[in-house]
């Protein structure tokens, strides 16, 4: 694509970042290009990225030969996007909107990778509507901030273990599979990040199994340094426990994921019964 440096795209539209957006800018092509081959992208696959702002991962994910769907609330950023549509010979189309609330499946018309450096500020929400709703991506291939990709893949006992891991193992196998510097981005934020690699599960539960999962880890995980038979009163305390093979004296932090299906089965053969 012949394309202007970012930098100089930037100023030429006179775009900065906007704070109330949690917007950071990644610039650096090598780093945008590392995070699309991370995503194991094939010619021809379908992409949706969410605030792609300037479009620096856009054009790295556009260099995979993928089709890719940029889904964009700014509008600030439309005519510099819409460069790079041109420029991308049909392999790039530009939906303004909010991607809370914006119909996935109806975008990609199939199946769908997402690849995104998430807006700070919405992340965690984009990636529970991602693995609790109707529309299942292929993969999704996410930067967030450190603290909070270390929450997704965190193990059972860790001090960063609680409801985000369960849900996020439970849907998916997740890894870390990439720290950011905060001098990367464009303005550094206060943090570093990390780029996260879901694939969904085979064993992925049912919707009403998630939603059970759902409800046990925010009363679990609501009240951590309570015991299960504490936390879990209002659900059926230490007797959902034990049906579930735990021991009620336990906290939630030590609970695996397993446990946490167990305990949603249980809940559901409860409310059937």
Same mark, same amino acid.
């Given at each position: 694509?012949?394309?202007?440096?970012?930098?100089?795209?930037?100023?030429?539209?006179?775009?900065?970042?906007?704070?109330?957006?949690?917007?950071?800018?990644?610039?650096?092509?090598?780093?945008?290009?590392?995070?699309?081959?991370?995503?194991?992208?094939?010619?021809?696959?379908?992409?949706?990225?969410?605030?792609?702002?300037?479009?620096?991962?856009?054009?790295?994910?556009?260099?995979?030969?993928?089709?890719?769907?940029?889904?964009?609330?700014?509008?600030?950023?439309?005519?510099?996007?819409?460069?790079?549509?041109?420029?991308?010979?049909?392999?790039?189309?530009?939906?303004?909107?909010?991607?809370?609330?914006?119909?996935?499946?109806?975008?990609?018309?199939?199946?769908?990778?997402?690849?995104?450096?998430?807006? %700070?500020?919405?992340?965690?929400?984009?990636?529970?509507?991602?693995?609790?709703?109707?529309?299942?991506?292929?993969?999704?291939?996410?930067?967030?901030?450190?603290?909070?990709?270390?929450?997704?893949?965190?193990?059972?006992?860790?001090?960063? %273990?609680?409801?985000?891991?369960?849900?996020?193992?439970?849907?998916?196998?997740?890894?870390?599979?990439?720290?950011?510097?905060?001098?990367?981005?464009?303005?550094?934020?206060?943090?570093?990040?990390?780029?996260?690699?879901?694939?969904?599960? *085979?064993?992925?539960?049912?919707?009403?199994?998630?939603?059970?999962?759902?409800?046990?880890?925010? *009363?679990?995980?609501?009240?951590?340094?309570?015991?299960?038979?504490?936390?879990?009163?209002?659900?059926?305390?230490?007797?959902?426990?034990?049906?579930?093979?735990?021991?009620?004296?336990?906290?939630?932090?030590?609970?695996?994921?397993?446990?946490?299906?167990?305990?949603?089965?249980?809940?559901?053969?409860?409310?059937?019964?």
């Amino acid at each position: 694509m012949d394309l202007p440096p970012l930098r100089e795209a930037l100023a030429t539209h006179g775009l900065m970042a906007r704070k109330s957006f949690g917007q950071h800018f990644l610039l650096d092509l090598n780093i945008t290009r590392k995070i699309a081959r991370l995503a194991e992208l094939q010619s021809g696959d379908t992409v949706i990225e969410v605030g792609p702002g300037p479009g620096g991962l856009t054009r790295a994910l556009v260099e995979t030969g993928a089709r890719v769907i940029a889904v964009e609330k700014d509008a600030r950023f439309r005519p510099l996007l819409e460069e790079l549509a041109a420029a991308a010979d049909g392999a790039l189309s530009l939906v303004l909107a909010d991607a809370l609330t914006v119909d996935e499946a109806a975008l990609a018309g199939g199946a769908a990778h997402v690849v995104s450096n998430l807006p %700070y500020n919405v992340g965690t929400p984009l990636l529970i509507k991602w693995l609790t709703g109707p529309w299942t991506p292929a993969s999704l291939t996410l930067m967030f901030q450190k603290e909070v990709a270390e929450r997704i893949a965190a193990p059972p006992g860790a001090d960063a %273990y609680g409801r985000l891991a369960v849900i996020a193992q439970a849907t998916s196998e997740a890894r870390v599979v990439m720290d950011v510097p905060a001098r990367a981005f464009t303005p550094p934020p206060k943090v570093d990040s990390a780029v996260v690699r879901l694939t969904p599960r *085979a064993d992925r539960p049912s919707p009403e199994r998630l939603d059970a999962l759902q409800k046990l880890t925010a *009363a679990a995980f609501g009240q951590r340094r309570k015991m299960l038979r504490a936390s879990l009163k209002p659900l059926g305390g230490e007797a959902l426990a034990l049906e579930a093979g735990l021991d009620p004296q336990a906290r939630a932090e030590t609970v695996d994921v397993a446990g946490f299906l167990r305990l949603a089965d249980a809940w559901l053969r409860k409310r059937g019964g």
